[in-house]
């Protein structure tokens, strides 16, 4: 019994000494410099294959109708009373 309790106690107090290291984390900006992945356009991506989305792979014109008709049909108004 007695190995048992000093093993439970040397392993709560590696834990509780564990705690104590943690180090800080900081992040170091550049001034002016974005370290990030670059986002490109969302109409120069293609469409989904299985979706029903008909614009092409970058234009903008097309990509901007196709969100507006969506937002358009997700007007619960006009789905339900504009048939």
Do not use: F, H
Request: charged share 25%.
């Amino acid at each position: 019994m007695r190995p048992v309790l000093i093993a439970a106690l040397l392993a709560a107090a590696g834990l509780v000494l564990g705690g104590c290291g943690e180090a800080e984390q900081v992040v170091v900006y550049k001034q002016g410099k974005y370290q990030g992945k670059p986002d490109t356009p969302p109409w120069d991506n293609a469409p989904l294959a299985y979706g029903d989305a008909k614009w092409k792979k970058g234009d903008k014109a097309s990509w901007e109708d196709e969100v507006n008709t969506r937002t358009r049909s997700q007007n619960e108004y006009r789905r339900i009373y504009n048939q």
